[in-house]
């Protein structure tokens, strides 16, 4: 069965902002599609407990960890469960004054569509993939949308 770890979101934050998030979870399977789901509803109780960028992807990538020890703990099989990570691009939105905070946990960086249609891939900052490392830093980066630009966030699937 070929399913999918890829996955968007947009979540109101307590703050008045708005979180725009995408990621993907490795493989092509249940197992993928499942994480993705857990790993879903955990970004969604981060970011809606107020915490900054940085801080919503450490924890997320803290709970993945635990998740995939979790399935290699429970399987049982012959062979034991490979690890999951999961790429993600956690971006919280000031819609009043078009900045836009991003943390990237081994994501593709956005592109920029300018109002001429010039589009312009934005360096920011990163860190390992989610679930690689429990004490992993996820450096944030402030982007200014001028009138007229556009974000646009992608992953090999979506």
Known sequence: LQ?????YDMIPL????????IGDVQGHDVRAAGLMGQ????????????????????????????????????????????????????????????????????????????ADGTAVIRQTAGGLPLGIETDSDYPTTRVVLEPGETIMLCTDGL
């Not at 399913?3 to 996955?7: A, E, I, L, Q, T």
């Not at 307590?14 to 998030?21: K, Q, S, T, W």
Request: net charge negative; hydrophobic share 40%; proline share 8%.
């Open 3 to 7: 399913v999918g770890g890829d996955w």
């Open 14 to 21: 307590p703050n008045g902002r708005i979180a725009l998030v």
């Open 39 to 114: 790993l879903r509803i955990a970004l969604r109780a981060y970011a809606s407990e107020g915490h900054r960028p940085d801080a919503v992807l450490a924890r997320a990538s803290r709970f993945l960890s635990g998740l995939t020890d979790a399935y290699e703990s429970v399987e049982g099989d012959a062979e034991p469960a490979t690890p999951r990570f999961a790429t993600c691009l956690y971006a919280e939105v000031d819609p009043e004054v078009g900045t836009l905070d991003i943390a990237r946990a081994g994501h593709p960086d956005p592109v920029v569509i300018s």
